[in-house]
């Protein structure tokens, strides 16, 4: 079955320290997407990428990182400069900008 | 720049009673509209969208919502609502149809009462 896979599903760190979210889609989209959720809150845009090697930044981008070498990851980077990372990490991806989101399962993420 | 107002966080109904759940608007140009569901420690799924066709459209698992230009709202409804429906609800508007620019309601979530 296609689909969107966000591993680890939890994952601890100490503060200071760098942690990757993987992103894997086997859908064969070109455009994907970070996310942050946070409770009572909505979701918001992090990072995305409409094509490999290229990425923009989304609205809260500051102390998060991304790579896209192959169509199909799009992995993201939670580095020490991010000040409160603790939050629920969402990774959508779509056939096109323009068509709806695809999301993962997610992955909660804990900084101590 | 758009925006979403979900009014309501939390929403109780009793099993076959009506689900109504608000969303309004704000747009400086023809909105698309969309409601997603998240069930709990899963991503977001659609559930239906607007891209100014028909006002009222139907979307999975029995929901519908009604495009009100009048009122700027976008509420989702069922008629009966299911032990499955508990879940939280996204609203969420674009002023173009790129995902990068999708703007989320802060959610509502819905308690369905045996």
């Known amino acids: 079955d296609g689909g969107i896979t966000q591993s680890p599903k939890y994952l601890f760190r100490k503060e200071g320290q760098n942690v990757t979210l993987s992103c894997e889609q086997n859908?064969?989209?070109?455009?994907m997407y970070w996310y942050r959720q946070d409770p009572g809150q909505g979701l918001r845009l992090i990072y995305y990428?409409?094509?490999?090697?290229?990425?923009q930044k989304g609205d809260i981008a500051e102390g998060y990182s991304v790579s896209r070498e192959k169509k199909e990851s799009f992995p993201l980077t939670v580095t020490s400069a991010q000040k409160n990372p603790t939050a629920f990490y969402l990774c959508?991806?779509?056939?096109?900008?323009?068509?709806?989101?695809?999301f993962g399962n997610g992955t909660r993420l804990t900084v101590t | 720049a758009q925006s979403v107002t979900q009014l309501g966080s939390h929403v109780s109904v009793s099993e076959g009673a009506l689900v109504l759940l608000r969303c309004n608007y704000s747009?400086?140009?023809?909105?698309?509209l969309f409601w997603y569901v998240q069930y709990p420690n899963q991503g977001l799924q659609l559930l239906l969208k607007?891209?100014?066709?028909?006002?009222l459209v139907k979307g999975i698992n029995g929901f519908e919502a009604e495009f009100k230009k009048s009122e700027t709202s976008f509420h989702l409804t069922k008629p009966s609502a299911h032990m499955s429906d508990a879940a939280e609800y996204f609203c969420?508007?674009?002023?173009?149809?790129?995902?990068?620019?999708?703007?989320f309601g802060t959610g509502t979530r819905l308690t369905i009462i045996p």
């Open positions: 969420a508007v674009s002023d173009n149809f790129g995902n990068e620019k999708l703007t």
């Open positions: 859908l064969n989209h070109d455009a």
């Open positions: 607007y891209t100014s066709a028909a006002t």
């Open positions: 990428s409409q094509i490999v090697n290229d990425f």
């Open positions: 747009s400086s140009v023809p909105p698309y």
């Open positions: 959508a991806s779509s056939p096109t900008e323009n068509s709806p989101l695809h």
